[in-house]
């Protein structure tokens, strides 16, 4: 099963109220009349950016989409599915968002495409931020554990096995749903592409964006290789 058909049915139960993120986001969109975040999921980014004027989100996935539609409705923002890859909505931004991991899924190929893409989107003085983790280290084969909640006597779990392939991750996702004695349980697969900041930035000067800012975490600490949880870069249009 497409992966997002099912975490569609779980993400809100276990990350909308995520909001670590949301401060770099309104640093850099304070004073944004138009801002856009490929790969938007359900909205939960959007959804907080109270402080821009207009929140565009574009996603492959119509059952994403649709729970960000519920999300959003009531505030000035327009959901569009389409392809990150290629998309042209006629339109400039002074801001961009590729958050929480979402450029991992993909192939460098693949990522270059989507940078391009963004870099044709953006106004001249506009950033562009790309979030993901640091470092990328798995075991293959061990479980790990995700979220669990407790919801009207039901029991929500989330947790997934990795399985390396070559030059990417294909993750084994388990969503179980405990209610008394019974178990409901579904399965998805998603794959994730090992990413480090060399790699972002020649990804970047690619697609003909430069760098000015990397973060090693949203409290905009200095980034460190060895030890920082995230590289979170901030760039612009190269020229």
Same mark, same amino acid.
């Given at each position: ?68 539609? #519920? %999300? &959003?409705?009531? *505030?000035? /923002?327009? $959901? ?12 400039? +931004? ?86 008394? #004695? %019974? &178990?409901?349980? *579904?399965? /998805?697969? $998603? ?12 990804? +970047? ?35």
């Amino acid at each position: 099963m497409e992966f997002y058909d099912v975490e569609a049915e779980f993400y809100d139960l276990f990350y909308f109220d995520f909001q670590d993120d949301i401060l770099l986001y309104k640093k850099y969109s304070k004073n944004c009349k138009r801002v856009l975040e490929l790969m938007c999921g359900t909205g939960r980014i959007l959804y907080y950016l109270d402080n821009a004027k207009e929140l565009w989100g574009i996603d492959s996935n119509e059952k994403m989409l649709q729970k960000a539609r #519920e %999300n &959003l409705k009531g *505030k000035k /923002a327009k $959901l569009i599915k389409g392809d990150v890859h290629d998309f042209n909505l006629n339109t400039h +931004f002074c801001l961009i968002i590729i958050g929480l991991n979402s450029l991992t899924m993909f192939p460098k190929e693949d990522r270059i495409k989507i940078l391009k893409n963004a870099r044709d989107h953006l106004l001249p003085q506009g950033k562009i931020i790309v979030d993901v983790f640091n470092p990328f280290e798995m075991v293959e084969g061990i479980v790990h554990h995700g979220d669990t909640k407790f919801i009207d006597g039901k029991v929500y779990s989330r947790f997934f096995v990795p399985i390396r392939e070559r030059e990417r991750w294909k993750l084994l996702y388990f969503y179980d749903i405990v209610e008394g #004695e %019974n &178990l409901r349980r *579904k399965v /998805a697969t $998603l794959y994730l592409y090992p990413l480090g900041l060399e790699d972002i930035k020649e990804e +970047f000067s690619q697609a003909g964006l430069k760098i000015m800012e990397v973060y090693g975490d949203y409290d905009f600490s200095e980034f460190d290789d060895d030890r920082s949880e995230r590289i979170i870069v901030v760039g612009g249009r190269d020229a």
